[in-house]
């Protein structure tokens, strides 16, 4: 399978995927709910993943930083950030990368945060783990960060408690902890979900801030079209557990040749549509447990020929950088069968 392009040139990815496999089995059912992801990122790119919800986006990060849990989860594929195989480091080593090469931002502060320590211990314990540093270097580091990240009275709330912050700030203290150790990549599951518009958009606008300050990588899993607009360098959208289309993001959003992508921005709601319908994606996406033979989009699709049904669809490169998964993109003899 090929990666999908970077903006990096000649130089080595930061990040190298390739067929990344992620199957959940219990007693009663196995789950494939990542079939073979593979892209490289480049240093100081972002990458955002699109889809809807169990399209596979969360399990990608997840599975990127080794957090699924061992005895439910099977990985398969491999996994390379700024040097490190992260699916064949021991235990040690993973714990040394995590928070220095490869950090996580995630969608629920309030879970990420452990509730009986106040914001400025955990920050400063992060620092001192994965760094030869005083406890009053750390502390120091730790009110920086805060101020970076632009939390009025970033000193007093260094001794507030996680539930003692806005949801905003929570968020805010959670990009300064995985931010605390200077990263290479950042991971970004959602962060802006729980928040309200006005907040969303200012940690938007922080996030990239602080992207283009560092010259970090980011990988950006949201479902929201306008998230994507804001942030994105490229964008991979990605259904049952596969990506379908990816790309620039001005490509994938003017020049979009997969259905389902066409399908998202038809279905997101902006300020010129008052007064109109909105179009929705009929049906429902698949159950992963079961085998999907063809296109898994198939069932929703009003573009689908038989020959959406009969086989696996391969990859297709409307140009160099782009990358579709439909039969629309192929020649025509192959497109009509």
């Known amino acids: 399978m090929a990666a999908i392009a970077t903006a990096a040139g000649n130089g080595a990815p930061l990040v190298a995927v390739r067929d990344l496999a992620v199957r959940f089995v ?12 593979s892209f490289d990122l480049a240093r100081g790119e972002v990458l955002t993943i699109l889809g809807e919800s169990g399209s596979g986006k969360s399990v990608t990060l997840k ?24 699916l064949r480091l021991d235990a040690g080593r993973l714990a040394d990368v995590r928070g220095t090469a490869v950090s996580m ?33 750390a502390l120091k580091r730790a009110l920086d960060l805060l101020e970076l990240v632009q939390i009025p009275s970033a000193k007093r709330r260094l001794d507030a408690y996680p539930h003692e912050m806005s949801g905003g700030m929570r968020q805010r ?25 006005t907040v969303q958009i200012q940690i938007l606008l922080l996030l990239r801030q602080l992207q283009r300050e560092l010259g970090m ?17 490229r964008v991979a959208v990605m259904y049952a557990g596969r990506f379908v ?26 300020g010129a549509m008052r007064g109109q319908r909105l179009e929705t994606i009929p049906g429902a996406p ?15 699709c009003r573009h689908v020929v038989d020959g959406c049904r009969r086989a696996d669809v391969p990859e297709f490169w409307p140009a160099a950088d782009h990358m579709t998964r439909c039969l629309r993109a192929a020649p025509t003899p192959l497109a009509a069968d």
């Open 105 to 137: 931002i995630f969608q629920e502060p309030m879970l990420a945060f452990d509730p009986v320590f106040t914001i400025g211990q955990q920050i400063t314990e992060t620092i001192m783990r994965h760094e030869p540093v005083t406890h009053e270097a």
């Open 217 to 233: 990588a980011v990988i950006f899993v949201t479902h929201d079209v306008g998230v994507a607009v804001e942030i994105a360098d």
């Open 63 to 86: 599975a990127m930083m080794r957090l699924l849990p061992e005895g439910k989860s099977q990985i398969a594929g491999k996994v390379v950030i700024d040097g490190n195989d992260m």
């Open 245 to 270: 289309e990816t790309g620039p993001l001005a490509a994938v959003i003017h020049e979009r040749r997969h259905p389902y992508t066409a399908g998202l921005l038809a279905s997101t709601v902006h």
């Open 286 to 300: 698949p159950n992963l447990a079961n085998k999907i033979t063809g296109c898994a989009f198939a069932p929703r």
């Open 173 to 197: 203290a959670m990009i300064a902890s995985a931010l605390s150790c200077r990263p290479s990549l950042l991971l970004a599951d959602e962060p802006t979900t729980a928040l309200d518009a």
């Open 26 to 37: 219990s007693r009663d059912a196995a789950v494939n709910a990542v079939n073979g992801i």
